[in-house]
């Protein structure tokens, strides 16, 4: 089944404590994307990438990071989570950067 | 820069009943636009989307949109709501930009519009 996977689904973590979110996709879609929503704000994109060792920033990266040293997997760090990423974070992937994203069905992330 | 406005934050329509969910947007080229849907605690699905081909498009559950380049607009309509119709909606605009010689699409989300259907 064509799909996007992400994990954790809820996260609880303290300010300070690094974490990573994977992302994967089966698809062998080139580009991919994180975004965080935030009640009244829509999706923003933090980052985005369009092929492997490609990535550049999105709208919200600061207090972000991502690698793509795969094409199926696009993981999002937060080396020093702060309360303000407390949100719910969505990846997606599509084929190029104006085709339809797939999206993995969210990570809630609280930062206490 | 491209940007994207949904018109109303939330939209109340009874079973039956027609929907419209209001967006416009700005861009500098030809964009492509999306319709996704959100159902509560659930991902994003896409409903439908342009790509500068008929400027009526028909998408999922009976969801259309109709471009209108003139009006900046692409609105999402539905001739009868149902109750599983009830989730938020964005309007996504996705425009070219070209940097160091790559040309690569970016997309941009309006704010959503929470519909509710009630009995």
């Known amino acids: 089944e064509a799909q996007v996977t992400q994990n954790p689904r809820y996260l609880i973590t303290v300010t300070g404590k690094k974490l990573t979110v994977t992302c994967s996709q089966n698809?062998?879609?080139?580009?991919m994307s994180w975004y965080r929503q935030d009640p009244g704000l829509g999706l923003r994109q933090i980052y985005y990438s369009m092929n492997v060792e490609v990535t550049d920033k999105g709208d919200v990266p600061e207090g972000y990071k991502v690698s793509r040293k795969e094409k199926r997997n696009f993981p999002l760090i937060l080396e020093s989570p702060s309360p303000n990423q407390t949100s719910l974070y969505f990846c997606a992937s599509s084929l190029g950067g104006q085709d339809t994203q797939y999206f993995g069905p969210g990570t809630r992330l609280t930062v206490l | 820069a491209q940007s994207v406005t949904q018109l109303d934050s939330h939209v109340s329509v009874s079973e039956g009943t027609p929907v419209l969910l209001r967006c416009n947007y700005s861009?500098?080229?030809?964009?492509?636009l999306f319709w996704y849907v959100q159902h509560p605690n659930k991902g994003l699905q896409l409903l439908l989307k342009?790509?500068?081909?008929?400027?009526l498009v028909k998408g999922i559950n009976g969801f259309e949109a109709e471009f209108k380049k003139s009006e900046t607009s692409f609105h999402l309509t539905k001739p009868s709501a149902h109750m599983s119709d009830a989730a938020e909606y964005f309007c996504v605009v996705s425009d070219w930009l070209y940097a160091g010689g790559t040309s690569y699409g970016k997309l941009t989300f309006g704010q959503g519009t929470i519909l509710t259907v009630h009995p």
């Open positions: 861009s500098s080229y030809s964009p492509s």
């Open positions: 698809m062998n879609h080139e580009y």
């Open positions: 342009y790509t500068s081909a008929a400027t």
